[in-house]
């Protein structure tokens, strides 16, 4: 490789692991992210996947029913001690904004990591029952958020069938994205989650 080659590459690897789904998508509309950071690692099937050219109803129509199955999921995990009393929380919403499900469940003791996948799981299942095709997924875990972009390897244990059973969740939607939110942007999720531990009595 030369040298040129080298820094090209290191600089499209850098720009990959500091641009967020959200910005990607912003910047590639009609790209998946994922699609696009296997095309940065250069690994096989580097094809960016991309919504098909639209042809038979009229464009208002395929908008309108795209927009049906687009939906947006904030979810959060609280413990109350690490590990201790934990509940996750999960808000579903739809294209126009409105709330098609608030999840609130307490978990039991578990660490922190472990009620922020459990909260993912529980809001990209009612994602599914409500039949959205397409989802956006909000955390203020940055941990979890890269794990499942795929620019953290998961070493912990409890967390990696965890992990497994999120991917093969995401797998049943057409396309998704993940994106780190700063608390502030997750806080009906982070209070649904602590309402699991305070009805339990925790």
């Given amino acids: 490789m030369t040298n040129d080659a080298a ?17 990607l998508t912003r910047l590639f509309p009609g790209q998946l992210p994922a699609s696009l950071r296997r095309i940065i ?26 927009a049906q199955g687009c939906c947006r999921l904030f979810t959060d995990g609280a413990s109350r001690g690490n590990p201790g009393q934990a509940g996750a929380g999960a808000v579903l919403l ?3 904004n409105e709330e098609l ?11 922190n990591n ?8 529980i809001g990209l299942d009612e994602a599914l029952r409500h039949g959205c095709t397409d989802v956006a997924v909000f955390l203020d875990s940055e941990l979890i958020v890269r794990q499942i972009q795929g620019r953290y390897k998961v070493k912990n244990e409890a967390l990696l069938p965890l992990f ?7 797998d049943r939607f057409a396309a998704w994205s993940i994106t780190h939110v700063p608390r502030s942007q997750n806080a009906r999720a982070d209070q649904l989650a602590n309402r699991g531990i305070d009805q339990h009595g925790g």
Avoid at 101 to 111: D, E, I, M, Q, W
Avoid at 114 to 121: G, M, R, S
Avoid at 164 to 170: A, D, K, N
């Fill in 7 to 23: 820094v090209r590459e290191a600089v499209l690897r850098r720009l990959a692991d500091q641009l967020d789904d959200a910005e």
């Fill in 41 to 66: 690692a250069g690994g096989p099937g580097n094809e960016p996947s991309q919504a098909p050219a639209a042809t038979g109803p009229p464009a208002t129509a395929a908008v309108t029913a795209r």
């Fill in 94 to 96: 739809d294209n126009g």
């Fill in 101 to 111: 499900a608030a999840k609130s469940v307490y978990l039991g003791v578990c660490t």
């Fill in 114 to 121: 472990v009620a922020e996948y459990k909260a993912l799981l």
């Fill in 164 to 170: 497994q059973q999120v991917q093969e969740r995401l």
